[in-house]
């Protein structure tokens, strides 16, 4: 196998996965530059620390997550665990076109579109409650956004720590599907853009998770570096509020922006790490552990 020493010494010697190995390009990288980047244990390690582990277990539930975060939602959803067929037919008939997805995985799999009709409404309610899911209405993103690649809603993740009653902003980046895919997830596809936190504009060209680099969006041309994330003061203002009141201190968010306001996509637990050490934003190593002596140290007080 072509990588496999590399993946092999690169595991031992830093902790890194496979998909690290291959998401941060570290077969380009020199020793020096790699103790610059978390890994993806090292983010696990993290959040077990700042968080309790049976929490971070339990809210990796899609349906648990909501309902804790439901002024946040700003759609309607539904929920199979708790479904009537009568719930499942009024909701269809309001919203024909929906968003399905299995509770507990991550990584844009097995989120499909529905078109429910009355030849499938059966089938598909039969499917939505054999297993915990939700329905999501669809979203109408912000044009810009959906100018920028109108096959998926391109969220932003941020990743945020939590420490008493402040918000630390660790890192952002602009999300956005390939033009074909319904999801955003780089490792469905998708590329990633790293932010400015303080200007919402791209930094560098965008990255996809097999290091290929875009100048220019595939789908739509739109150049990526320098493209602004639209209402960003709005958009910080979301997501430090959505911070401040989840019990989970340390939480990956993925905010979709709409023309006049931001929706709650979902809150995940731990999230990766490598969405904001790549597209040109470096390794983040140092400052989780700075964020880690700050967390443990403000804790004590």
């Not at 291959?22 to 077990?48: A, C, G, H, V």
């Not at 209402?231 to 709409?258: G, H, Q, T």
Request: overall charge positive.
């Amino acid at each position: 196998m072509r990588y496999g020493a590399g993946v092999v010494w690169n595991y031992i010697n830093f902790r890194f996965t496979i998909t690290d190995y291959f998401e941060l390009t570290l077969y380009k990288k020199r020793y020096s530059e790699k103790k610059k980047y978390l890994s993806s244990k090292d983010n696990l390690y993290f959040s077990e620390y700042v968080d309790d582990k049976r929490r971070l277990k339990e809210l990796c539930s899609k349906t648990e997550m909501y309902q804790l975060l439901k002024p946040y939602i700003k759609r309607e959803q539904l929920y199979s665990q708790e479904c009537t067929y009568d719930e499942f037919c009024t909701f269809a008939d309001k919203h024909s076109r929906l968003l399905y997805k299995p509770d507990t995985l991550d990584c844009g799999r097995g989120i499909e579109v529905w078109n429910i009709n009355e030849n499938n409404k059966n089938d598909l309610y039969k499917r939505f409650t054999e297993e915990p899911a939700v329905l999501d209405e669809m979203i109408k993103q912000h044009s810009k956004l959906q100018e920028l690649c109108p096959s998926s809603v391109n969220t932003v993740r941020f990743f945020t720590l939590k420490i008493k009653d402040r918000c630390i902003i660790i890192g952002a980046a602009l999300r956005m599907g390939n033009g074909t895919s319904v999801v955003d997830n780089y490792s469905a596809g998708g590329m990633v853009g790293a932010l400015d936190v303080k200007t919402g504009k791209v930094i560098a060209k965008a990255e996809n998770a097999t290091g290929k680099r875009f100048t220019y969006h595939p789908y739509s041309k739109i150049k990526i570096e320098g493209f602004q994330v639209p209402n960003w003061p709005d958009v910080l203002k979301f997501v430090k509020e959505c911070a401040l009141n989840y019990e989970l201190n340390y939480v990956a968010w993925d905010i979709a922006v709409r023309e006049k306001d931001c929706i709650l996509i979902e809150a995940n637990p731990s999230g990766m790490t490598n969405v904001i050490q790549i597209a040109g934003a470096g390794g983040r190593k140092k400052q989780y552990c700075e964020l880690k002596r700050l967390f443990q140290k403000q804790m004590l007080k």
